[in-house]
C-alpha cells in the first residue's frame, strides 16, 4: 500500500506537473480529493488537462441502466486516479486512468478502469454535461513507466452489464450461505478478511488448502464436493472420485500431493511427499538453496536468502544462511 501511494505521488509531481487539478487542503497529496460537485464544473470547463482523485458519487442514471434496485444494493463513492481532459472539435472526451505501482497490466486493472468508465458516461448522462468518455483507451500507469499503458475496454463492458444486471441483482435475494464465497491471499487487502478467515477456521473450509484458486474452489462447490478439509479428504480416497478433479485444470495438476496437503492441514503438522531424493548425489558436495521474495505491490525483488548446506571442508562450517532485505523499493 505504501509503495502504491509513493508511485502514485510520483506520477502527480514528477509526470504531470502543472497540468493536473488537485483538492484542497494542506494534507498529504494521497488524501486530497475533489468533490463530486467541484468535478461536475471541471467536467462542464475543464481548467487542466488532468484531474486527480475525482469523487464519483453514483448517480440514478447508472441505477436505472443496470436495473439496479436501490432499496437492495447501493454503491459507495469511489475514485479513480485520474480523468485526462481531452480537447476535440465536437467537445471533450474524458479518458479514465489508474496508476499501479505493478510492472504488468492485468485484466483486473483494465476491469477497474472499465468500471470507472461506465460510471463517469453515467455521469455525464445524469448531469448533461457535453461530452464523451473514452471506451475504446483507458490508461493504466504502471511502475516507473514515463507514460501510461492504454488498451480498449470495449469487449469487457458485455460482461460487466451482465454482471450488474443479472448477476448482482440476485446476490439480495440468496440466503448467506447460498452465496459463493472463497478465500485467497488477496483477501488480505479486504476490510472483512478476518471475518472471513474465521468463518473458514471454523468451517475448516477447503478454501485453507494453499494456492487453491477461485476457480477450483468453485468447480468443488458446482460439482457438489465435500467443503470441509475432513469431508474432502475422505472423499477422494476413491480413486474414482479422485479422478472427478480432472476436470479442472488447476485442481488436475494437484491431485499426485492433494491428499497429503490434506491429511497435513487435518493434523496440523508437516508432511513429506516421499517423492523427492534428499540425498546429495555422489561426489556434490555443497546444496545451495536460494529464496526469493517479491513486493505483492510492484513484483519487485525485495529479499533474498541463501542457505549453504555441507563445504566444511571450504567454508569452515556445515551450513551457512545469509538473508539480504532491500531497504527500499528502489
Known amino acids: ?186 483477501c488480505e487487502w479486504c476490510s472483512l478478511y478476518d471475518y472471513c478467515l474465521q468463518n473458514a477456521r471454523d468451517e475448516k473450509h477447503v478454501s485453507l488448502l494453499p494456492y487453491l484458486s477461485n476457480h477450483a474452489s468453485r468447480f468443488i462447490r458446482e460439482q457438489g464436493f465435500p467443503l470441509t478439509i475432513s469431508e474432502f479428504a475422505s472423499f477422494i480416497e476413491d480413486k474414482e472420485q479422485l479422478k472427478l478433479l480432472e476436470k479442472s485444470p488447476s485442481l488436475k495438476s494437484r491431485i499426485l500431493r492433494i491428499d497429503k496437503q490434506l491429511d497435513s492441514l487435518k493434523k496440523g503438522e508437516l508432511i513429506q511427499y516421499g517423492s523427492l531424493a534428499t540425498d546429495m548425489p555422489v561426489g556434490e558436495n555443497i546444496r545451495l538453496i536460494l529464496s526469493v521474495q517479491r513486493d505483492q505491490v510492484s513484483g519487485k525483488v525485495i529479499a533474498t536468502s541463501i542457505y549453504r548446506i555441507s563445504g566444511q571442508e571450504l567454508f569452515g562450517s556445515k551450513s551457512e544462511k545469509s538473508y539480504f532485505i532491500a531497504e527500499s523499493l528502489d
Open 1 to 186: 500500500m505504501t509503495g502504491g501511494i509513493a508511485w502514485e505521488e510520483r506520477v502527480v509531481t514528477e509526470h504531470l506537473g502543472a497540468d493536473v487539478v488537485i483538492g484542497h487542503g494542506t494534507t498529504a497529496l494521497a488524501n486530497r480529493y475533489i468533490g463530486f460537485d467541484e468535478l461536475l464544473q471541471e467536467l462542464k470547463a475543464p481548467r487542466k488537462r488532468y484531474i486527480y482523485q475525482p469523487t464519483f458519487s453514483i448517480p440514478d442514471r447508472f441505477y436505472q441502466k443496470y436495473k439496479i434496485d436501490k432499496n437492495q444494493i447501493v454503491f459507495s463513492d469511489c475514485r479513480p486516479d485520474l480523468i485526462e481532459c481531452i480537447p476535440g472539435e465536437s467537445g471533450y472526451s474524458f479518458r479514465i486512468i489508474d496508476v499501479k505501482a505493478s510492472e504488468v497490466l492485468k485484466v483486473s486493472h483494465r476491469v477497474q478502469t472499465a468500471l470507472y468508465a461506465m460510471i463517469l458516461q453515467s455521469i455525464l448522462e445524469e448531469h448533461q454535461i457535453p461530452g464523451q468518455v473514452m471506451l475504446d483507451e483507458t490508461g493504466v500507469w504502471l511502475f516507473e513507466e514515463t507514460v501510461p499503458q492504454y488498451s480498449s475496454v470495449q469487449n469487457l463492458i458485455p460482461y460487466l452489464e451482465d454482471f450488474l444486471i443479472d448477476k448482482l441483482t440476485a446476490l439480495p435475494a440468496q440466503e448467506l450461505h447460498e452465496v459463493f464465497w472463497h478465500l485467497d491471499y488477496r
